[in-house]
Nanobody
């Protein structure tokens, strides 16, 4: 049983920063490609960022490029999403996800999901 637990969400003003964390248990974290996705009310879940097992390759959605950074600490079994310059459009539930093999941008290709953490950005 693989468990992913996100934390770090909250309510912030536009322009602020937040750092999300995702702790993984039940499987060797360093074997997993990891991703962050988000879902706003009434919208489909969308890709935010993804990172290879060793952190050597990362991809970002165009909407967050230059503002968000994805990283991981394999010794701590933890994935991070540093979010700077937050905008009201970033308001969503943020999910971390895991998969074996290479990184992907599509939610359907991920095998394991956390329960999500709410990020709300006030204007």
């Amino acid at each position: 049983q693989v468990e992913l637990v996100e934390s770090g969400g909250g309510l912030v003003q536009a322009g602020a920063s937040l750092k999300l964390s995702c702790t993984v248990s039940g499987r060797t974290f360093s074997n997993l490609a990891m991703g962050w996705f988000r879902q706003a009310p009434g919208k489909e879940r969308e890709f935010v960022a993804t990172i290879t097992w060793d952190g050597g390759s990362r991809r970002f959605a165009d909407s967050v490029k230059g503002r968000f950074t994805i990283s991981r600490d394999n010794a701590k079994n933890t994935l991070y999403l540093q979010m700077n310059g937050l905008k009201p459009d970033d308001t969503a539930v943020y999910y971390c996800a895991a998969k074996g093999g290479s990184i992907r941008n599509t939610p359907a290709e991920y095998d394991y999901w956390g329960q999500g953490t709410q990020v709300t950005v006030a204007s």
